[in-house]
């Protein structure tokens, strides 16, 4: 199984730049939405707010290194239906490797290539907006911001695993990769604040896994702005304009919850792939 993971980590950076350049496109575009129509407007929305432009600029960050995690976990996992197609699947499970254990090296090797992709793409934009706008990165975030990646990574990956149950041609695998990567801003809230979201669309919203990741990094990030800078009630309308915390039922979410959050969804995510994955190996064996 480790020489499993090992090739679909290599075949991904090594073997398949455009894929890899694929992958970010998602996170390129809200990049690009943002530099070119967002970011004046909501400047001037908050523009009573002294560090609007750093706020906002985290704020960014935070959704598209989210993004980065749905779009390259997904490209990732393209490796499967290359895999089905060639018939190298056939071939691998001739070495004793069960469907099963060969769907876990697929999930493990792009959890993984999704947790160095967002970590990529944070050192990225953090150094383009500190740059450029002199952004500072709260030196107490990053530990915790890297818990939050990696369980982004892991969620996004079981969530893109069972969409990819059901792709068996590279040419479906393509088509339905843009359409992924231009949803995913959606997904995490980025195109639009989801304060400006209807309460249908947020419901969408907060069933994705890869919207609690963005929401707790956006907390981490904006956390010491909002706490020196503002009475309590503008920080409550930033908190749920800006997606900051989500709630549930009423409850607003703390990051610790909404790290529980997610687990929730991983373990739920598990049981549906463990699920397909038997149903597929009873099919192969009929």
Known sequence: MFALIR??????FFSN???VIMSCLGALISFFIYIGFLQQNLESSWSHISDATQLLDLWMIAGIVSIAGITTSFQALGQVVNDKESRAADDIRLTDISYSTQNLAYVLSSSFISFIMQ??????????FTMVNKISIPSDSY?????????????????NEIIIFFIHSSTTFSRLSAVIGAAAGFAVAIYMPYGTLS???QTLVKLVPSS???????SLLLNKISNNQMPASMRQSMINYLGIHFKIWGHQLTRLETAYVIFGMIVLLIVIVVGLSYLADRKRKI
């Open 212 to 218: 609690y990741e963005a929401s707790a990094l956006r």
């Open 199 to 201: 309460s249908g669309a």
């Open 119 to 128: 970590i990529i793409t944070f050192i990225v934009m953090s150094g383009y």
């Open 143 to 159: 530990l915790p911001m890297l818990g939050f990646m990696l369980l982004g990574a892991i969620a996004a990956t079981l969530l």
């Open 7 to 12: 090739r679909n980590i290599k075949i991904y």
């Open 17 to 19: 730049i455009p894929g």
